[in-house]
């Protein structure tokens, strides 16, 4: 399993916030629970202002947000375990071997299991069979010259 944890989560609960931080960066995603609106802001203080911060977890990525389109079921899906694999060029490969779901939507915290259509999504993510790279360049596109 990889050491790579560069996002955080923290939660509020004087304001029913959820914040994913992007540690190389500071770049943090303000999540409301209560009405699913976000926000990106790179200052954590005046949110403090509110309320001590509680860290969750750190996560090895971030593969993004569960939406089954009827308002509720609203999910991150964060990589939990990874491995790395090898490098493509100075680009370090992982594999993807679990993906945890975090709910957005306040009634679905503690609910149970996550909905049918998610968790089929989460096995097929957490088989083995999806990559990931630390690097986004365009340097690392290959480019037949021939």
Do not use: W
Request: net charge positive.
């Amino acid at each position: 399993m990889a050491t790579r944890r560069p996002i955080k989560i923290f939660t509020q609960n004087s304001t029913g916030l959820l914040i994913l931080q992007h540690v190389p960066t500071s770049a943090n995603l303000v999540i409301d629970n209560k009405t699913g609106k976000y926000t990106v802001t790179g200052d954590l203080n005046a949110l403090q202002q509110h309320g001590p911060l509680q860290a969750f977890k750190d996560y090895a990525g971030f593969l993004g947000i569960y939406n089954n389109h009827s308002g509720r079921d609203n999910y991150l899906l964060m990589i939990d375990n990874c491995v790395s694999i090898g490098s493509v060029k100075d680009a370090e490969v992982f594999q993807i071997n679990s993906i945890v779901p975090i709910p957005v939507n306040q009634e679905n915290v503690g609910r149970g299991a996550p909905p049918k259509g998610l968790v089929e999504i989460i096995q097929l993510y957490s088989s083995g069979t999806f990559y990931f790279t630390n690097k986004t360049r365009k340097s690392l596109i290959y480019r037949n010259t021939e």
